[in-house]
T-cell receptor, first 110, second 116 residues
Framework: GEDVEQSLFLSVREGDSSVINCTYT??????LYWYKQEPGAGLQLLTY?????DMKQDQRLTVLLNKKDKHLSLRIADTQTGDSAIYFC??????????FGSGTKLNVKP | GAVVSQHPSWVICKSGTSVKIECRSL??????MFWYRQFPKQSLMLMAT?????????EQGVEKDKFLINHASLTLSTLTVTSAHPEDSSFYIC????????????FGEGSRLTVL
């Protein structure tokens, strides 16, 4: 499958902003996604962005897409302890395939 | 948001038996569903793409006779692990794509299979 890469760990203090980064290889990606997985649970769709957009904001979440560099980021403002989870980025090419990164484990320290 | 339900959430079985996992989209129709396997170190592996009314498309290296997928209706896909062995123990997750092409892909809660 396509390569979607993320760093494995991120640790921040409560109240700070978190930025989780992701790179992908297929320039024909149609949609790019961010999912959250809490321990022992399934994946929860947080947000997604169409490939012709540069930015999408949804409350505390901001997604930035740099299509030229094939770089996607998720910024969480005012990070809370409840935000501690694994965050997956994923790319889709015309909904035929969905490829996921290995996940970034976000640890929020009080 | 939309809900995708998986059942059972956890199943333990003896080696050699077959186990069926159901994936249902509760409040939307899903022409396409995907089955993933999640390994202990986090990564999700796409196993197969399930299309309603047709045969599933399997990823390279996934045995289609071992992992039987049926997508008989727009709201239900099933994964049957046949003649399960301990190495099949894993967390299996399904996802469903909203047929209205909204771009949203929703996941079930996952099913943990333990084969003794």
């Amino acid at each position: 499958g396509e390569d979607v890469e993320q760093s494995l760990f991120l640790s921040v203090r409560e109240g700070d902003s978190s930025v989780i980064n992701c790179t992908y290889t297929d320039s024909s990606s149609t949609y790019l996604y961010w999912y959250k997985q809490e321990p022992g649970a399934g994946l929860q769709l947080l947000t997604y962005i169409f490939s012709n957009m540069d930015m999408k904001q949804d409350q505390r979440l901001t997604v930035l897409l740099n299509k030229k560099d094939k770089h996607l980021s998720l910024r969480i403002a005012d990070t809370q302890t409840g935000d501690s989870a694994i965050y997956f980025c994923a790319e889709s090419i015309d909904f035929n395939k969905f490829y996921f990164g290995s996940g970034t484990k976000l640890n929020v320290k009080p | 948001g939309a809900v995708v339900s998986q059942h059972p959430s956890w199943v333990i079985c003896k080696s050699g038996t077959s186990v069926k996992i159901e994936c249902r989209s509760l409040d939307f129709q899903a022409t396409t569903m995907f089955w993933y396997r999640q390994f202990p170190k986090q990564s999700l592996m796409l196993m197969a793409t399930s299309n309603e009314g047709s045969k599933a498309t399997y990823e390279q290296g996934v045995e289609k006779d071992k992992f039987l997928i049926n997508h008989a209706s727009l709201t239900l896909s099933t994964l049957t692990v046949t003649s399960a062995h301990p190495e099949d123990s894993s967390f299996y997750i399904c996802s469903a794509l909203d047929s209205r092409d909204t771009g949203e892909l929703f996941f079930g809660e996952g099913s943990r299979l333990t084969v003794l």
